[in-house]
């Protein structure tokens, strides 16, 4: 089972990368599709520690 602790952080990581206003990939500004990998990276994350791999697996 995950810790509280874990699963606080990474959705505290998920809350404060939707309140980032300067994305940046290599030091150029980030595009849309960046945007969505860094979410997509955090929310596949947060669903493999509460056990929902189906979600995105299927």
Do not use: C, H, W
Not at 7 to 13: G, I, M, Q, S, W
Not at 24 to 41: F, H, T
């Amino acid at each position: 089972m995950i810790e509280l602790n874990s699963l606080r952080e990474k959705l505290t990581d998920l809350y404060e990368l939707s309140e980032a206003t300067n994305f940046k990939v290599d030091g150029k500004p980030a595009k849309i599709a960046d945007v969505q990998e860094l979410y997509k990276e955090k929310i596949i994350d947060l669903l493999d520690s509460i056990g929902l791999e189906d979600i995105y697996l299927n």
